[in-house]
């Protein structure tokens, strides 16, 4: 038995996110499907985390185990032609039989692109935010950095997380424009469930003036919902890569 | 009353189409039903060509007759907020009243993409050929040079057309490579039903050995459909210019 990491890539749009879930067809369970074609029988994968119905992932991380000596090409070659167009696995490679794709992920980084200023870009819709009010990036980074730390991201969580410990360190947070194309990234040790969609919402309304960036150290201490902003639609953000 | 050429983007993916008609949604349909909205009254609209199902366009023209003074930014803006997210208005503007996006075209600029070489991408895959096999530009473009010219295109053209004429003037046909992007760039004065696919398949054909560039003038010669290549599969091509 050898253990193999994979790193996908998709196009979230069609899927309910990551993880198998009875209402809808999500990556996971179409991966499943596929390495079923593939080996001949059920085979288990388990992510580095989940992602939110609609999010994309750049390089998402995943883990199984297979009885059956494959050269990781043959493997790579073999899952992506059974996997449909807006799946697709990226490399493949052996890993110690420990090794745990979401227990040694380090951190993960995110990216949301919002589409801004300009007409709107049917070739872009699927992966971005369209907002056409002017962003001011320099008051969205007043925001941005005040959550560079470690913190209590209660009030950046929606009512579906699943974890007590609502305490994260983030390590980066910065917004940045070229041309009509305004990007937010973030890389943090961990993410609570909408946590990214979140501060992207609350630094767009830093940026239309409806929230004070000196508020967020009440956000953090007073862990309320209602103090930070909106959240962002799920077709601008795309996990960008794990950290191992 | 005043004639409006617009310039619209779309991506064709869910569209059966420019055209309307009975079995599908078009872009035309489309377009038309969010003027009804903007204007309150059935508004017709004529496109510069046909494009087939599944075939995007950068730079699509349409013209309309309009009673209403509507400015042109209002109108693009209005427009737009009607469209759905794949089909975008770019440009609006006032046109001499016997202006006609059709006959007044001279030519059009065709770009088909492929992805070569590489993994599949989920992010491109609506918008390229995806070929593993590496294709040869050099060779390819043995045959894109010898395209150029006037010639009787016949056996560049499927069954569905509907014009008498078949002879048309290409300008300019060549085949780039940029990384694992292939693309091959077609101008015409014209163009034959599924003429710029079958161009694009006679192309690969000639690098994979199959089809000989010499045997070009026989093609246009003999007029016959089975010695020029495959139909390209749509997703690759797009309508990149209209030239007036």
Known sequence: MKRILLTISYDGTAYHGWQIQPNGITVQQVLQESLQKLLGKFTGVTGCSRTDAGVHANEFCCHLDCDENIPDT????GLNSFLPSDIAVKACKEVSPDFHARYNAKGKTYVYKILN??????????????????LDTD????????????????????????????????????????????????????????????????AVEVSDGRIDP???????????????????????????????
Chains 1, 2 share one sequence.
Not at 218 to 226: A, G, H, L, N
């Open 139 to 202: 008051k969205m980074n007043e925001f941005c950095k005040r959550t560079v730390g470690t913190h209590d991201f209660y009030a950046f969580s929606s009512s579906g997380r699943t974890v007590e410990d609502t305490v994260r360190t983030v390590s980066e947070c910065y917004t940045e424009r070229n041309g009509d194309l305004v990007t937010l990234t973030v890389t943090a040790n961990g993410f609570l469930y909408n946590m990214v969609r979140i501060i992207v919402g609350t």
């Open 117 to 134: 200023g300009g007409i709107k870009d049917p070739f872009l819709s699927r992966y971005v935010w369209n907002i056409e009010r002017k």
């Open 74 to 77: 043959a493997f790579l070659r």
């Open 214 to 244: 000196l508020s967020t150290e009440d956000m953090f201490v007073k862990k309320d919902r209602e103090l930070a902003g909106i959240t962002a639609p799920p077709m601008g953000l795309i996990l960008q890569k794990v950290h191992y």
